[in-house]
């Protein structure tokens, strides 16, 4: 029997994903049998004595599995005989992605690899933790190159592979290169010193980070306002570069696997995208067991913009729009809590310049095809389909990321001038890890890159090969399903970062992805960049359920303790909770509420508070509309009871007044502590948190005082910290954190 390799992944926003596909990639292009697949499919792999299972695994929410390997995890953990006997006594690798600012770094991975060893599998690479806040890239480099190394040896001392058919004209790299006095090795195991990044973004200010490890703090009137995508120059460590004889561990080249064929004569062109319904290209699935159109990140629904409103003044320092939207026809019975992802294109603003830069005429057609097609897991556009290039750059290639090392790889490539060669060279080195780092922090585009180095004509062929798709943004619904089950509302601050250009120190405002897309769409429904059905005169977004929410209310929530902290758009989903509570109490019938949620009512005394945090009462407080409303106590007849909606209801405001600056700062009150110390240690409460991760952590820290601070049972901070993880493990301690 001969080698095989599954290599497993999890991943929410494609991280894993993308590593995952390039190891599968530079594993088939060494004739190695691997095959890919999401953890959730574990059942479709082959597992033999001779298989070795990589497992590439990130984290999520508050140290969850990807959507995409819940159920792979939960068989697992729970000890499924099905999985635990394919695994068992089998080679295994595990990589883990996570970001150790959060409490639960890379939980997954860990969780698994103990399991694995549990259930008897053999390690047979030395788990490893790639860490967003300090060294991704190197850990994974790494952990590649070692499992790599490690399945050619197995495949030298006996475990034969089966020849595939993706290689015969592999272009080989040299493994050492001279040019222009530098020496560049690809073969050498140097791990370089890593220099940690600080995530941790203050939310008032606009901020970029232009220097290593430094954020630079902007006021509006030094930022250029652009009405165009001005690229930037990107600066990084050329002094270093300047003193090195010997780049190392230089990023292989990939090899080339498409062929691109014009179409020309294609019916479609920028026009008609316009006028159509959104991603003409992607094919309607339906599912084969209901006949039900199943919507997903490849399969979007169209989704009807009902209204839009800005919830915050003029003034405020963020803006925040909350829109509504029509479902109808999506078959989602959504509950409050639950988020869904949207898929935005790119930006004119950055789609044409690109188009421009790279010779390309936005109508002109082209088809990729390929005789690897085991090669193509990762490709952003279906094979044999025919785009134009404005639609393949408008709708699935992510433009807006810094390209993987591996791109700027093949990039240096097309280089006519030996500088910039050099330079890109430096940047996939493991000299140039820190520069690449920081000009990842920067958000610097593809177009960036070329605008940086302008001797870089890359064909598109080589632009599409190593490019990922754009990746969705998700967000938590605010309105409640007891309101219209065919209505979602959500809101969204707009985002916006700010690059420097090096050649003359001016600082440029960027938008982020999809929320600059719905807040200009919104704003200008007419613009090129808008999915308007100019038919029907709506405006329409793409929009595919979150299949996985577990930030949901317990059953019967009425007769539990409900804590809810939140700051800025955190609220969301605890507006849909709370309205949902008021709209059962307003109108709930008879059968709404269940015989034993009423008996647990008439016996216990539940208590739902909200902490709220913003900036400001005026200018930015987003339950401004829900103070009275929330405060009122309801009597239902229909239902037999009486009962606040809210028992408590604290606002902070940061940059107002002389009271508690942020919600941890009134949640340690003593009229506020004592009562949440009895709260935590009672059977019947949850506490839920939304926010950034800065935010939750907070958040954590001031749970564990309130523990600490009592005289009477007081914990010891190990503790807190234990009680805070049983209610964790209990999902009584619910966590919704951004990354
Ligand atoms: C919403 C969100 C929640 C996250 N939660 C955690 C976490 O609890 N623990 C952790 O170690 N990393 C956490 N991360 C970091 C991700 O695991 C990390 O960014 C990873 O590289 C993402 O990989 P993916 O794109 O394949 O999902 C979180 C990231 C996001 C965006």
Same mark, same amino acid.
């Given at each position: 029997?001969?080698?095989?390799?599954?290599?497993?992944?999890?991943?929410?926003?494609?991280?894993?994903?993308?590593?995952?596909?390039?190891?599968? /990639?530079?594993?088939?292009?060494?004739?190695?049998?691997?095959?890919?697949?999401?953890?959730?499919?574990?059942?479709?792999?082959?597992?033999?004595?001779?298989?070795?299972?990589?497992?590439?695994?990130? *984290?999520?929410?508050?140290?969850?599995?990807?959507?995409?390997?819940?159920?792979?995890?939960?068989?697992?953990?729970?000890?499924?005989?099905?999985? $635990?006997?394919?695994?068992?006594?089998?080679?295994?690798?595990?990589?883990?992605?996570?970001?150790?600012?959060?409490?639960?770094?890379?939980?997954?991975?860990?969780?698994?690899?103990?399991?694995?060893?549990?259930?008897?599998?053999?390690?047979?690479?030395?788990?490893?933790? =790639?860490?967003?806040?300090?060294?991704?890239?190197?850990?994974?480099?790494?952990?590649?190159?070692?499992?790599?190394?490690?399945?050619?040896?197995?495949?030298?001392?006996?475990?034969?592979?089966?020849?595939?058919?993706?290689?015969?004209?592999?272009?080989?790299? /040299?493994? *050492?290169?001279?040019?222009?006095?530098?020496?560049?090795?690809?073969?050498?195991?140097?791990?370089?010193?890593?220099?940690?990044?600080?995530?941790?973004?203050?939310?008032?200010?606009?901020?970029?980070?232009?220097?290593? =490890?430094?954020?630079?703090?902007?006021?509006?009137?030094?930022?250029?306002?652009?009405?165009?995508?001005?690229?930037?120059?990107?600066?990084?460590?050329?002094?270093?570069?300047?003193?090195?004889?010997?780049?190392?561990?230089?990023?292989?080249?990939?090899?080339?696997?498409?062929?691109?064929?014009?179409?020309?004569?294609?019916?479609?062109?920028?026009?008609?995208?316009?006028?159509?319904?959104?991603?003409?290209?992607?094919?309607?699935?339906?599912?084969?067991?209901?006949?039900?159109?199943?919507?997903?990140?490849?399969?979007?629904?169209?989704?009807?913009?009902?209204?839009?409103?800005?919830?915050?003044?003029?003034?405020?320092?963020?803006?925040?729009?909350?829109?509504?939207?029509?479902?109808?026809?999506?078959?989602?019975?959504?509950?409050?809590?639950?988020?869904?992802?949207?898929?935005?294109?790119?930006?004119?603003?950055?789609?044409?310049?690109?188009?421009?830069?790279?010779?390309?005429?936005?109508?002109?057609?082209?088809?990729?095809?390929?005789?690897?097609?085991?090669?193509?897991?990762?490709?952003?556009?279906?094979?044999?389909? $025919?785009?134009?290039?404005?639609?393949?750059?408008?709708?699935?290639?992510?433009?807006?990321?810094?390209?993987?090392?591996?791109?700027?790889?093949?990039?240096?490539?097309?280089?006519?001038? %030996?500088?910039?060669?050099?330079?890109?060279?430096?940047? $996939?080195?493991?000299?140039?890890?820190?520069?690449?780092?920081?000009?990842?922090?920067?958000?610097?585009?593809?177009?960036?890159?070329?605008?940086?180095?302008?001797?870089?004509?890359?064909?598109?062929?080589?632009?599409?090969?190593?490019?990922?798709?754009?990746?969705?943004?998700?967000?938590?619904?605010?309105?409640?399903?007891?309101?219209?089950?065919?209505?979602?509302?959500?809101?969204?601050?707009?985002?916006?970062?700010?690059?420097?250009?090096?050649?003359?120190?001016?600082?440029?405002?960027?938008?982020?992805?999809?929320?600059?897309?719905?807040?200009?769409?919104?704003?200008?429904?007419?613009?090129?960049?808008?999915?308007?059905?100019?038919?029907?005169?709506?405006?329409?977004?793409?929009?595919?359920?979150?299949?996985?929410?577990?930030?949901?209310?317990?059953?019967?929530?009425?007769?539990?303790?409900? %804590?809810?902290?939140?700051?800025?758009?955190?609220?969301?989903?605890?507006?849909?909770?709370?309205?949902?509570?008021?709209?059962?109490?307003?109108?709930?019938?008879?059968?709404?509420?269940?015989?034993?949620?009423?008996?647990?009512?008439?016996?216990?005394?539940?208590?739902?508070?909200?902490?709220?945090?913003?900036?400001?009462?005026?200018?930015?407080?987003?339950? /401004?509309?829900?103070?009275?409303?929330?405060?009122?106590?309801?009597?239902?007849?229909?239902?037999?009871?009486?009962?606040?909606?809210?028992?408590?209801?604290?606002?902070?405001?940061?940059?107002?007044?002389?009271?508690?600056?942020?919600?941890?700062?009134?949640?340690?009150?003593?009229?506020?502590?004592?009562?949440?110390?009895?709260?935590?240690?009672?059977?019947?409460?949850?506490?839920?948190?939304?926010?950034?991760?800065?935010? $939750?952590?907070? %958040?954590?820290?001031?749970?564990?005082?309130?523990?600490?601070?009592?005289?009477?049972?007081?914990?010891?901070?190990?503790?807190?910290?234990?009680?805070?993880?049983?209610?964790?493990?209990?999902?009584?301690?619910?966590?919704?954190?951004?990354?």
């Amino acid at each position: 029997m001969s080698l095989r390799i599954n290599i497993l992944y999890g991943s929410q926003n494609g991280t894993a994903r993308n590593i995952a596909e390039t190891l599968e /990639k530079d594993l088939l292009n060494e004739n190695v049998p691997a095959s890919l697949m999401e953890l959730n499919n574990y059942k479709k792999a082959q597992f033999t004595d001779k298989t070795i299972n990589f497992i590439i695994i990130s *984290t999520t929410g508050d140290g969850e599995p990807p959507d995409n390997s819940i159920d792979f995890y939960n068989d697992l953990i729970s000890g499924k005989k099905e999985v $635990c006997s394919l695994l068992k006594n089998k080679k295994y690798g595990i990589l883990g992605l996570g970001d150790s600012y959060f409490t639960y770094f890379c939980k997954p991975a860990k969780d698994i690899d103990l399991k694995l060893q549990e259930i008897s599998s053999v390690k047979i690479v030395e788990t490893a933790y =790639g860490d967003d806040a300090k060294n991704l890239d190197e850990i994974v480099e790494n952990w590649v190159k070692e499992v790599k190394n490690i399945v050619k040896n197995s495949s030298k001392i006996g475990l034969e592979t089966d020849s595939i058919s993706t290689n015969s004209s592999v272009e080989e790299e /040299k493994i *050492t290169n001279i040019m222009e006095g530098i020496e560049i090795t690809n073969d050498d195991n140097i791990s370089e010193s890593t220099n940690s990044i600080d995530y941790f973004s203050e939310d008032s200010y606009t901020l970029s980070s232009n220097d290593v =490890g430094e954020y630079v703090i902007k006021a509006e009137n030094e930022i250029e306002n652009d009405l165009e995508y001005v690229p930037v120059k990107l600066s990084f460590d050329k002094e270093l570069l300047s003193q090195i004889t010997q780049l190392k561990h230089v990023i292989k080249k990939p090899i080339s696997y498409l062929t691109i064929t014009s179409a020309s004569n294609l019916y479609r062109s920028i026009s008609y995208s316009k006028s159509q319904q959104i991603f003409p290209l992607i094919p309607k699935k339906l599912n084969s067991d209901n006949n039900i159109l199943q919507y997903s990140e490849n399969n979007p629904f169209s989704a009807k913009v009902l209204s839009t409103q800005c919830l915050t003044s003029k003034d405020a320092l963020k803006k925040t729009v909350q829109v509504t939207l029509d479902i109808t026809g999506l078959n989602w019975k959504y509950q409050s809590g639950y988020a869904f992802g949207i898929i935005a294109p790119n930006s004119d603003k950055m789609v044409l310049p690109l188009l421009k830069r790279l010779g390309l005429d936005p109508e002109d057609g082209f088809r990729a095809t390929t005789t690897k097609e085991a090669l193509c897991s990762g490709l952003p556009v279906i094979l044999n389909k $025919c785009y134009t290039y404005y639609e393949a750059f408008k709708y699935f290639i992510n433009i807006n990321a810094i390209p993987k090392k591996a791109f700027l790889r093949v990039l240096a490539e097309y280089c006519t001038d %030996i500088e910039d060669k050099k330079q890109l060279y430096f940047l $996939c080195s493991s000299q140039g890890a820190s520069s690449y780092r920081n000009l990842k922090a920067q958000y610097a585009s593809l177009l960036d890159i070329l605008y940086t180095f302008k001797s870089c004509h890359p064909p598109f062929v080589a632009i599409l090969e190593n490019s990922t798709r754009i990746s969705p943004r998700y967000y938590s619904i605010s309105s409640s399903p007891l309101q219209n089950s065919n209505l979602i509302s959500f809101m969204f601050n707009v985002h916006h970062y700010i690059m420097q250009n090096s050649e003359d120190g001016k600082y440029h405002q960027r938008d982020g992805l999809c929320t600059g897309w719905l807040d200009e769409m919104l704003e200008y429904p007419i613009i090129q960049d808008c999915i308007v059905n100019f038919r029907c005169k709506s405006v329409n977004i793409p929009i595919f359920p979150k299949i996985v929410n577990t930030f949901v209310l317990p059953p019967n929530p009425l007769s539990k303790n409900i %804590i809810m902290v939140g700051a800025g758009t955190g609220v969301s989903p605890f507006i849909s909770f709370i309205e949902y509570k008021r709209q059962l109490l307003e109108d709930g019938q008879k059968g709404d509420i269940s015989e034993e949620e009423r008996v647990k009512l008439a016996e216990a005394s539940a208590s739902w508070q909200l902490f709220y945090g913003c900036r400001s009462n005026r200018k930015d407080c987003l339950i /401004k509309d829900y103070n009275t409303l929330w405060r009122q106590t309801i009597t239902n007849k229909n239902i037999g009871i009486t009962m606040p909606i809210l028992d408590r209801l604290e606002i902070t405001t940061s940059r107002e007044g002389n009271g508690p600056k942020y919600v941890q700062d009134i949640m340690i009150k003593p009229e506020n502590s004592n009562n949440l110390r009895t709260l935590l240690k009672k059977r019947n409460t949850y506490i839920y948190v939304c926010g950034n991760k800065a935010m $939750c952590k907070g %958040i954590h820290e001031a749970f564990s005082m309130i523990l600490q601070q009592t005289t009477e049972e007081a914990m010891s901070n190990i503790e807190a910290q234990e009680y805070l993880e049983i209610l964790s493990k209990e999902k009584r301690y619910l966590r919704d954190i951004w990354g």
